[in-house]
């Protein structure tokens, strides 16, 4: 993974960022496998994977393929990138030892959605029960942005399709 | 893209496996990995690759794009409506255990459409980035 990065930073050809971005995606996936999250690694491939990639091939088609050189050598973004990663890691030094049963997000609702939601919804997925079910809201919510999203880009390449339509006339 | 033999035959037989894959994932996330984001985007998937394959025009005939608006708004209006069936049925909101007389079998019944209405949704979505960013340049419509 921390080749694929380097050889994404690098490259300046856009066809081959996006396929790296694409084998990235598929590692991170298998990464999530690795740690048990079938659900999310199943995500991870299908969208990060498959549907980015595809959308981005898809604009990379109406623009060159190349990416223009920097005007500056971006020293500020890097200092920036740098010091906001070093905080972050620091600030994973005070989160709880990896898969410590004592930590707090696993005495707290955790037992009850493992133990109790076959028994409440009958469905034995305890991912599917605790997305759909318990945090039904949550998932609405997700659904609705999923939607706004799609209404977004109707509304914004639509109008300037019939903009262009209007000069044609005029 | 349009004289590839090969890729046109290899389509025609891997479409509907992807699209039958999507059901699974769909109607079996009850039981193993999946639901209603992945199996939306598995059918978006196969049907973005019949789009790439045989031409933006023919799979505009086959799924038109007034369907791929009205799946975007009919997703959430599902879930969104299981949420008020189950006010209707004397519940609160998004309160699956009234929606039939066996409390286990109406969370079950409730999960099953949500997830049936996110997969609508995402596939709409997805769907209709791919149409309108394919579309671009190419149709004046």
């Known amino acids: ?170 | 893209m349009r004289h590839d033999l090969v890729l046109r035959v290899i389509a025609k037989i891997l479409i509907p496996f992807i699209l039958l894959f999507a059901v699974y994932v769909q109607f079996h996330g009850d039981y193993g990995p999946g639901g209603g984001f992945q199996a939306g985007v598995i059918v978006a998937a196969g049907i973005i690759f019949h789009g790439i394959i045989f031409g933006l025009e023919t799979t505009r005939r086959v799924v038109p794009s007034a369907l791929v608006e009205t799946m975007l708004a009919a997703g959430v209006l599902i879930y969104a409506g299981v949420g008020v069936a189950g006010i209707l049925l004397g519940g609160n909101y998004l309160d699956y255990f009234v929606l039939s007389a066996d409390p286990v079998a109406g969370q079950h019944r409730g999960i099953f459409w949500v997830e049936v209405g996110v997969a609508v949704t995402v596939a709409g979505v997805m769907l209709k980035i791919f149409y309108m960013f394919g579309g671009r340049g190419q149709d004046p419509e």
Do not use: Q
């Open chain 1, 1 to 170: 993974m921390a080749a694929a990065v380097v050889a994404l930073a690098r490259s300046r050809n856009l066809f081959a960022v996006i396929v790296l971005g694409g084998i990235y995606s598929f590692l991170m996936a298998t990464v999530l496998v690795a740690l048990d999250a079938v659900d999310v690694a199943m995500t991870e491939a299908s969208v990060g994977a498959g549907m980015s990639t595809v959308l981005l091939l898809a604009a990379l088609y109406l623009c060159k393929g190349e990416e223009a050189k920097p005007v500056r050598k971006p020293w500020l973004s890097l200092a920036a990138a740098t010091m906001v990663g070093g905080v972050l890691v620091y600030g994973t030094l005070g989160l709880p030892a990896f898969s410590d049963p004592d930590s707090p997000i696993h005495v707290h609702v955790a037992p009850r959605y493992l133990n109790d939601a076959l028994k409440e919804t009958g469905v034995p997925n305890v991912v599917t029960a605790v997305l759909a079910s318990y945090r039904g809201y949550d998932t609405l919510g997700e659904t609705t942005v999923v939607f706004t999203a799609g209404a977004g880009v109707i509304a914004l390449l639509r109008r300037r399709r019939r903009d262009a339509r209007k000069e044609d006339v005029s």
